[in-house]
Structure formats: C-alpha cells, structure tokens
C-alpha cells in the first residue's frame, strides 16, 4: 500500500507493522522515524540488512522471543534491498504483536522487487521520500533561525539552500553549525561562506582577496573555476564590502602612521597569519580615498544586480575584472 509521507502519523502502524521508507531523502526519512519513535515510545533496535541476512534465522526467533523483543519494540532494517523480502515474507507468516519493523531503503525504481512488494501489499506500507524543493528548504532554514532568533538576510538563506541540492539532511547539518556559532559571535556573509562547507571550490574569499590585490590573471581563473548563481553574487558583493570597510579602517591608520607593520600588528580584530601578506599587498596599492570610491561602486553594483538579476554574474564578473585591473592610485 502506498502512503504519503504526511499520513503516517494517521495509520496504526502497530497493526501495519511493517513499513518501508524509501528514496534520496534522507533528512525527511529521519524525520518521519523520529516521529514514530516519540509517538510510541517503544525500545529501538537498528541493524543492517547485511547484518540480518547472514544469520536470518536466528534474527527471526530472537523477534519471536518475548524476553529479546520486551513486548514492544521497533526495528530498523538500513540500507534493505530486494534480499529483505524473504525475512518480511516470512515474518508474515508469523504472529509478531505491538512490533514495528522499519525498513529503510535508498531510491528505488518502479520496477524494484522490493518497491513493488510493498506497494501491492494493504498489509504493507510503502512511502517515498524525495528531494525537497528549494522552497521547502528555505522555509525549513528561515524557521530555524526564527525559533533560534538570529538574524540572516534572505540571501543568506537562498545561498544556502541553492547548495544543499534538494537534501534536507545537508541543510540541517549547516543550519546547526551556524546556530553553535552564533552563540560567541555575530553571522556575517563571510562567516556563512567559511563555515559552509556545501562547495569545497566554492572561494568567495579568495577571489576578492586577489581581486583586491590586482592579480588579474589569478582572479579570472578562479572566477571560471566556479559556477555563480543570483544569490550568490549578492553575497559576494556584500563579502566585498565588508573587505573594502575592513581594508579601508587600516588604509587611514597606514596613511597617518606610514608602518606597515605596526598597522598589520595593532589590527582590531588581529589579523589571521595566512592574511597578513596579502593585506600588506593591499595596502601598497589601495588609499582611503580610492576606498571610498570603491565602496561606492559596490552599493552601486549591488542596486544594479538585484535590479537585472538575470544578467547578475555578468554585472558581477565584469565588475570584479574592472577592479583587478584598474590602476587605484592613479
């Protein structure tokens, strides 16, 4: 029998007793296992299916055995493939009370042995967990930080869930990272970037930094070394500006001082080892003044690209290769 996800919690799955979830999601089959679990409250046991079938009968007579079931219990059967039928087919046959067995499965064709079986099955229940929609997700990340009150701009979110692909279970992992984080420190853009590790190549970071310290050639390969949606140039406009106030607040200390070095050093918040040098780059070609002019320029941009958002990644590219080879202190 087929079942949608949203009416498992209407059947009595004490008397369906065997219930197969099955496809790519697996934050939502989590999910709905939790559910079960806290609406009946019954000892869990988990195994693999590899597990079960290399001693099929002696998990059959441990089920039947009140003293190992304690009366009520449920079970679950991971990573379960055609080779579970024959263990269901014959717990059928046998009078197994207030037991649930749990059979979870990755995605499965129609043509699936073990799809099918449960499908054609009224004592059976089947039910199919596929990728949530980018909408699904976005609702699921602005409750989160909602219920957790942290503040995120929607773009934020949209760049998150545009890198989960359609995964629940990804999303969740990095809505909590962001949640432990913000307990100590403040959610910025680039924190959102360096704590996601959605996209190993995905370098926000790093592009601007080489942008910023006009190393054309280096910025252009790494721009074309990664695939940039409408959110995610937003976002990378906002990273620019707070580099572009960040570089700005030591540009004007550099430019009353005249030391580099006690500038880098006195920094508020330090500066990272691995950054100084490329601030100190930085520094020697970028004054307040061209600064200025530059976060200007980024508002600008910012307007333009949520104004024609189809044609952002070009506004953005062109904009970032303009500031990589202009020449600042002229």
Request: glycine fraction near 2%; charged fraction near 30%.
């Amino acid at each position: 029998m087929i079942i949608k996800s949203f009416e498992l919690t209407k059947i009595n799955l004490i008397q369906k007793k065997f219930l197969l979830l099955f496809g790519e999601n697996d934050g939502l089959k989590d999910n709905e296992v939790k559910k079960i679990k806290n609406k009946y409250n019954f000892p869990v046991s988990k195994y693999e299916e590899n597990e079960i079938l290399e001693n099929i009968e002696n998990f059959i007579n441990e089920i039947l055995n009140k003293s190992f079931f304690n009366n009520q219990k449920i079970i679950i059967i991971s990573r379960a493939t055609d080779k579970i039928i024959k263990l269901v087919e014959i717990l059928l046959e046998k009078n197994i009370e207030e037991t649930i067995i749990i059979i979870k499965a990755d995605s499965l064709e129609k043509k699936s042995k073990l799809r099918t079986f449960f499908e054609k099955n009224n004592e059976l229940i089947a039910t199919a967990f596929y990728p949530d929609t980018n909408e699904t997700l976005s609702k699921i990340a602005y409750n989160f930080f909602k219920e957790k009150n942290i503040s995120i701009a929607q773009s934020n979110i949209n760049f998150l869930v545009s890198r989960c692909n359609g995964q629940r279970e990804v999303l969740i992992k990095e809505l909590e990272k962001i949640h432990l984080f913000s307990i100590n420190n403040k959610i910025t853009d680039v924190n959102i970037i360096k704590l996601s590790n959605l996209s190993e190549n995905f370098k926000i970071s790093e592009i601007i930094d080489n942008c910023l310290i006009k190393n054309k050639k280096k910025t252009f390969t790494m721009i074309n070394e990664n695939n940039f949606n409408a959110d995610e140039s937003i976002i990378f406009t906002r990273i620019l500006l707070q580099k572009a106030k960040k570089l700005l607040n030591l540009s004007t200390i550099y430019e009353k001082n005249n030391d580099l070095e006690q500038t880098i050093s006195n920094a508020k918040p330090p500066i990272f080892w691995k950054e100084k040098e490329i601030i100190k780059g930085q520094l020697k070609l970028w004054n307040p003044q061209k600064i200025k002019s530059l976060i200007f320029n980024i508002n600008k941009i910012e307007l333009e690209i949520k104004k024609n958002i189809n044609s952002s990644i070009i506004i953005l590219i062109n904009f970032i290769l303009e500031i990589s080879s202009s020449d600042v202190n002229n």
